[in-house]
């Protein structure tokens, strides 16, 4: 059974920065692009930023370009995502995912691949002006 978990969401003022985390058991962790999605109420969830199966490629979307660093460590079978000089705009729930590696590093930039991922439980990020 996958099993996904986030961590290190929180409320934040505007600017400041948080590390989102997530762990996985019941897959193998390298068979799997992982990525982070985020959704806000009412709204479908969207990429924010993918990686390949080793972390070699990355993408992010436009909103993350430059703001945020995706990497994942396959030894501890866990995902970080750095976010940096947080916006109002950027509150959201925030989701692990994971899809096959077959899907590449910018999955993420697909709705119908996002819509297929497994996913976590996500972990609330709230930013404050």
């Known amino acids: 059974q996958v099993q996904i978990s986030e961590s290190g969401g929180g409320l934040v003022q505007a600017g400041e920065s948080l590390t989102l985390s997530c762990t996985t058991s019941?897959?193998?962790?390298?068979?799997?692009?992982m990525g982070w999605l985020r959704q806000i109420p009412g709204k479908a969830p969207e990429g924010v930023s993918c990686?390949?199966?080793?972390?070699?490629?990355?993408y992010y979307t436009d909103a993350a370009k430059g703001r945020f660093t995706i990497s994942r460590d396959n030894a501890k079978n866990t995902l970080h995502l750095r976010m940096t000089n947080l916006e109002p705009g950027d509150t959201a729930m925030y989701y692990c995912?994971?899809?096959?590696?077959?899907?590449?590093?910018?999955?993420?930039?697909?709705?119908?691949?996002?819509?297929?991922?497994?996913r976590g439980r996500g972990t609330q990020v709230t930013v404050s002006t």
């Open positions: 995912a994971a899809v096959r590696r077959s899907h590449g590093h910018a999955w993420c930039s697909n709705g119908a691949v996002i819509s297929s991922a497994y």
């Open positions: 019941g897959l193998t962790f390298e068979d799997f692009a």
């Open positions: 990686t390949n199966w080793n972390g070699g490629r990355a």
